[in-house]
C-alpha cells in the first residue's frame, strides 16, 4: 500500500487481557450494499464473539434504512439466531441501498434509534460507499447528539453515555475493488461460481468444437497498460503483479482463457484481426474450444462498447465457428459461500469485535483487512480516499497513476540472450491446483527465452530419464484439472543421486522447479546436500509448496489446501443437511493431513465445528468427556445436531472409532452417532479458483527468481550456483511472498512428524472454540489474533445454542 497509506495500526503492548470485556457495551452489525457470499458468516462471528465478551449485540435489518426506520429492524441478537448460517449465501439480515441516510435528518433519526437502545459500536458490511457513510455518521455524531437534546428526544444522561461512536468495517463485495485489502468477503465465492460455469461449458465446448464468449460482473479496477492486456496474462509476464478488474482477470486465468476484455485498457486498433488470428492458431494446434472473457463496460479505443454479442458475430464472421453467448450476471452472487469467505469472514468478525472493545474516544473508524495472510486494521478513511482516487485516475485514463496509488509493482521484462534449460517436476502426493503451476512455469519460462523441460514422476521418473522437452501448446486446458497431468510420486532422490546427476548433464538442465509437498522439501535437501560431489546440482533450484496437509515450513499456504478445505465444508455441509429431519445426532469426521491438523481446524472452522481433534493439541479423556457433555447440553436446545471432526494422526489411541463409540456410548439417550473418513475424496476434483490462481501466481513468480538467478550465476559459458541461496522455497509469511533458503528452513522443522515447528492457524483454534460457545480462557497476541486457549468445562446455564 503507498500513497497516503500509514500502515496497519496495532497496540503493540497488548498482552494477556482480561480486562476485554464487552459488559455494558452494546454492537450492532448491519450489511448494505450489494450482497455478497459470506456476509453471514461475518454476522455470525461479530454476534457470537459480542456475546462471548459479555456485550448486547444488535442485528439492523435491511441495512442503514433498518438503522433510519428503527423499530423492528433494530434486535437484539442471541446466540441461536446466527446458527446454521454460516453455509447461507447473501445476508440474512438484509441490506438495502438507502436515500435517507444521505440526508442529515436521515442520519439524525438513525442516531435516535441507536441511543435509545445505548447502541455506540457499530460494526458495517459493506463496500466504499457503505464505509464512508459510516465514517460521516461517527463524525457527526456529536453534532447529532446535541440536536436531539434540543430537540428534547434525549436527556443530558443520554448524550453523557453515548457521547462517543466507534465504527469498524469489513468490506463485503464480489468486486475485490477496495484498497487495503487482498481479498474483499464474497469474491472467492464469485470465482468459484464463475469457474463452475466455465467448466460445465468446456465439456460441451469440446464435445461440438465451439466458441464460448462468457459476460462477467465487476465493477472497474485498473488494468494493465501493456500491450498484451487483452490476453490472459496467467502466461504472461506480469502475473499479479499488474491492477485489473479482478473478476475477469481472474476467472479468465482460472479457466485458461484465450482472451479477455477489460473496459479499463481498450483494445488497440486491429484487435478484431489479432484475436482471430490467435482463436485460429489455437485451433489449428488441435484446440477443440475457445473461452473468450468481456468483462461488462468493455470498450473500443474509440469507447464504443464492446458486447458480448458483437464478439460472438466477430467470431461466427470472421472464422465461421460454432459460437455461443453466455450472460453470468447476478448468479455469481449466488449460491453457498467457498471455504476462504467463510474462513475470512469469521476472522474478520472476530477481529472487528477486538477493535471495536479496545477502541478509545479518538480512535478512528478502521476497516478490517486481510494482507497476504494476516488481519489487520488499516484507518477507513485512508483506505476509501485510495479506493476514489484510483477511480478517479481510471476515469482520466491515468493508469500509471491508478498502478501507483494501488500499490502494485509493474513488472519490468528481461529476457536473455542465451537459452536456458529449466526443468519442472511434481513431487509427492497430488494436489489439485499442480496443473496450473505448471502450466504457469512452462508459459512464463518460455516467454522468458528459457527452453522448458517436463519430468514425468518426480524424482523416480527424473532418474529413469523420463524427461521431454514440453511446449506452449502441451499444457493447454491445464489450469482446470486435478491432481498432476505430469505423474507424481514420493520417491526421494538420495539413493539414485548419481542417475539423476547424469540426467541432468545429458540434458544440460540449468535450473530446477519442483512442486510439492514435503517429500519435495526433503528431496531439494538431498539434492543440494550433494552439490560437493555432484556438480550438477549447483545450479538454481526453487519448490513451490503444493500439499492439501499444508504441513511445509515456510509457507502459511500451500496449493491444494483450498481446494482440500472445500471438498471437507461441501461434504460437512452435506451431512448437516441429512440431519435437518434427523434429531439430536453428531457426526464424527476424520480428515486427511498426517500429523498436520490444518485442514481439520480450518475445515471446522469453516463448517462450525463443535469440536476439532488435532496432533499440535494434546487431548486426554477428560478433553473427550468436556466435549460430549458440551453435545449433550446442546441437544437439550433447538439445534440437535453435532459436528466434529478430527485429524488422522491426532492420537493413537484416539482413533476415529474410540472416539466414535465414547461418543456413542456416552450420548446414549440423548444422541446417536454415525461417522465418516472422507479419504482421498480431499485430494481429487477440480481445483479450487483460489489453488488455480495462487498456483499461476507463485509458479511465475518462481520462473522469474530463476531468471534472475540464472543471469546472476553465468559466467564463462556456464551455471554454477552453490550457495544456501539458489535452493529456495517460495512461500506465504504473512503479508508477502518469500524466498527462503531450505537450509535456513531446517532449524523451524519437525522432521519425525513432518510438519512446521511453528504453525500460524493454531491461532484460529480460540476463534473456533468461541464460535461454538465453549468457555475459554484467551490471549490476545501481538499480531492481533486470539491464541493462548484453556478450555473450561461447560454448566447448563452456558448452553442455549451452538453452531
Known sequence: MTGTMTGPRRQDTRKFVENLSGAGKSIAVLTSGGDAQGMNGAVRAVVRMGIYVGAKVYFIHEGYQGMVDGGDNIKEATWESVSSMLQVGGTVIGSARCKEFRTHEGRLKAAHNLVQRGITNLCVIGGDGSLTGANLFKEEWSGLLNELLEQGLI??????????????GMVGSID?????????????????????VVDAIMTTAQSHQRTFVLEVMGRHSVSCRHSHAREPCGALMCVSLCVFRYLALVSALACGAD????????????????????LSENRSRGSRLNIIIVAEGAIDSQGQHISSDFVKNLVVGRLGLDTRVTILGHVQRGGTPSAFDRILASRMGVEAVVALLEASADTPACVVSLVGNEAVRLPLMECVQITQEVQKAMDEKNFDEAVRLRGRLIHVCFYLQSSFNVAVLNVGAPAAGMNAAVRSAVRVGITEGHKMFAVNDGFEGFHKGQIKEIKWGDVGGWTGQGGSLLGTKR????????KIAEQMRIHNINALLVIGGFEAYMGLLELSSARDKYSEFCVPMVMIPATVSNNIPGSDLSIGSDTALNAITDTCDRIKQSASGTKRRVFIIETMGGYCGYLATVGGLAAGADAVYIFEEPFDIRDLQTNVEHLTHKMKTSIQRGLVLRNENCNE???????YQLYSEE???????RKNILGHMQQGGAPSPFDRNFGTKVAAKAIQWITRMLKESYKGGIVFANSEESVCLLGMRRRAMVFQPL????????????????????????????????????DVSESGQLEHVTQVRPKESDFSACI
Not at 183 to 196: C, F, K, N, P, Q
Not at 759 to 774: F, G, S
Request: one cysteine or more.
Open 155 to 168: 436527556d443530558e444522561e443520554a448524550v453523557r453515555r453515548n457521547s462517543v461512536l466507534h465504527i469498524v
Open 176 to 196: 475485490n475493488d477496495f484498497c487495503g485489502t487482498d481479498m474483499t468477503i464474497g469474491t472467492d465465492s464469485a470465482l468459484h461460481r464463475i469457474i463452475e
Open 259 to 278: 482472451w479477455v476484455f477489460f473496459p479499463e485498457m481498450p483494445p488497440e486498433d486491429g484487435w478484431e484481426d489479432n484475436m482471430c488470428q490467435k
Open 491 to 498: 520417491t526421494l532422490p538420495g539413493k539414485h543421486l548419481d
Open 653 to 659: 489411541n484416539f482413533t476415529t472409532d474410540f472416539i
Open 667 to 673: 450420548g446414549r439417550g440423548v444422541f446417536d452417532c
Open 743 to 778: 537450509a535456513q528452513l531446517q532449524g523451524e522443522t519437525d522432521f519425525v512428524h513432518r510438519i512446521p515447528k511453528d504453525q500460524w492457524w493454531l491461532k484460529l483454534r480460540p476463534v473456533m472454540k468461541i464460535l461454538a460457545k465453549y468457555k475459554i480462557d484467551y
